[in-house]
């Protein structure tokens, strides 16, 4: 994977993994009555490239599930940036 479209792929894991780690964290000063991320900002990551990783957070850590900016959302930025994904790549000509 080099080039534009593994640039691309590189940027959406790695948006993933921290957004992934942001409803970790956020689940769990949920729990401990801490200061909490606001909901914007876990929503901006996600846009911005993470929300595979928010996604499977939000499931993994049934974190956010009744809201529907979430569990409406996420779904529907992931298959959204697997689209640029896929054009991104058939962009370059394969893999």
Same mark, same amino acid.
């Given at each position: 994977?080099? #080039?534009? +479209?593994g640039l691309v792929? +590189?940027?959406?894991a790695?948006?993933?993994?921290?957004?992934?780690?942001?409803?970790? $964290?956020?689940?769990? =000063?949920?729990?401990l009555g801490?200061?909490?991320?606001p909901e914007r900002? $876990?929503?901006?990551?996600?846009l911005?490239? %993470? /929300? +595979?990783g #928010?996604?499977?957070?939000m $499931?993994?850590?049934?974190?956010?599930?009744?809201? =529907?900016a979430?569990?409406? %959302?996420?779904p529907?930025m992931?298959v $959204?940036? +697997?689209?640029l994904l /896929?054009?991104a790549f =058939?962009l370059k %000509?394969? %893999?």
């Amino acid at each position: 994977m080099t #080039g534009a +479209a593994g640039l691309v792929a +590189a940027c959406f894991a790695g948006m993933s993994v921290m957004t992934f780690g942001m409803m970790g $964290l956020d689940k769990r =000063r949920a729990r401990l009555g801490r200061r909490r991320i606001p909901e914007r900002r $876990l929503l901006l990551w996600a846009l911005a490239g %993470g /929300a +595979a990783g #928010g996604w499977i957070g939000m $499931l993994l850590f049934r974190h956010k599930t009744r809201h =529907r900016a979430f569990a409406f %959302g996420l779904p529907l930025m992931t298959v $959204l940036h +697997a689209l640029l994904l /896929a054009a991104a790549f =058939r962009l370059k %000509g394969g %893999g």
